[in-house]
């Protein structure tokens, strides 16, 4: 199996198992080792009282992206932290993309940049930082 298809297969099993991600419409776009673009549109039971777009859920189609990206490589990994900017309102109706990439990873650590953008321009910024669980994604048949 390439490294491509090991990343598609760990992203298709955890899509599966996702639970979360699927009763909010995010939808898998691409992934590749180490990088994963998620997308997602803004609901009514999303906006807050100020008429946008709760920052919970931004952060959760982040977090998601973020989660998709670290676990390419077939080893379980979680958040060990992460920490958000907010640069611009999000409206209902808005189609949301999050882009996560791989910054670096040494040992069982590592850094990843998710930028959460609309038509093209960034409404917020993730940085996250993951932890390997050292147990397999994928189980033993594959799946």
């Not at 298709?12 to 997602?40: F, K, N, W």
């Not at 803004?42 to 100020?50: A, L, P």
């Not at 390419?72 to 109706?93: C, D, H, K």
Request: hydrophobic share 40%; glycine share 10%.
């Amino acid at each position: 199996m390439t490294e491509q298809e090991l990343a598609q297969a760990c992203a298709e099993a955890m899509y599966a198992r996702d639970l979360a991600s699927q009763a909010l419409g995010i939808t898998l776009e691409h992934v590749e080792p180490g990088a994963a673009r998620l997308a997602m549109t803004v609901t009514d039971n999303m906006v807050n009282g100020h008429g946008i777009c709760h920052g919970g859920y931004i952060f959760l189609l982040a977090d998601s992206a973020f989660a998709f990206a670290c676990n390419t490589y077939n080893l379980m990994t979680v958040a060990q932290s992460a920490a958000v900017e907010f640069v611009a309102p999000v409206y209902r109706g808005d189609e949301l993309v999050a882009t996560a990439n791989e910054t670096t990873r040494f040992g069982r650590n590592g850094l990843y940049d998710i930028r959460v953008e609309r038509d093209g321009g960034t409404v917020a910024v993730f940085h996250g930082r993951s932890r390997s669980l050292g147990r397999p994604v994928l189980e033993e048949d594959g799946k």
